[in-house]
Nanobody
Framework: QVQLVESGGGSVQAGGSLRLSCAAS????????MAWFRQAPGKEREGVAA????????WYADSVKGRFTISQDNAKNTVYLQMNSLKPEDTAMYYC????????????????????WGQGTQVTVSS
């Protein structure tokens, strides 16, 4: 079992920044993937960014490239999502997720690859 605890969501005006954190605990592998997903009301869950923990390889959705940065602190088993130049369309519930195997499939951060999920943290960007 892996437990994930997110923090750092909130409300911000367009152009602002937020940093999300996700702390993992439990039976994590030495190499694993962690990712951030988001889901807005009425929309499908979207993979935003992923990182191959311990190695540092990263992937991003086109919609956030150049604005969001995923990073890790291996000592703390924590992954961060730095979100800059936020837009109203970034408004969503953001979820942290863990995969003991694949990070991406066919170049996409796909929800079915991840088997542990956090409870979510709300990000609201006002115009």
């Amino acid at each position: 079992q892996v437990q994930l605890v997110e923090s750092g969501g909130g409300s911000v005006q367009a152009g602002g920044s937020l940093r999300l954190s996700c702390a993992a605990s439990g039976n994590t592998f030495s190499r694993y993937c962690m990712a951030w997903f988001r889901q807005a009301p009425g929309k499908e869950r979207e993979g935003v960014a992923a990182i191959y923990a311990g190695v540092g390889s990263t992937w991003y959705a086109d919609s956030v490239k150049g604005r969001f940065t995923i990073s890790q602190d291996n000592a703390k088993n924590t992954v961060y999502l730095q979100m800059n130049s936020l837009k109203p369309e970034d408004t969503a519930m953001y979820y942290c997720a863990y995969s003991g195997s694949w990070c991406v499939r066919s170049g996409a951060i796909q929800p079915h690859l991840y088997n542990y999920w956090g409870q979510g943290t709300q990000v609201t960007v006002s115009s």
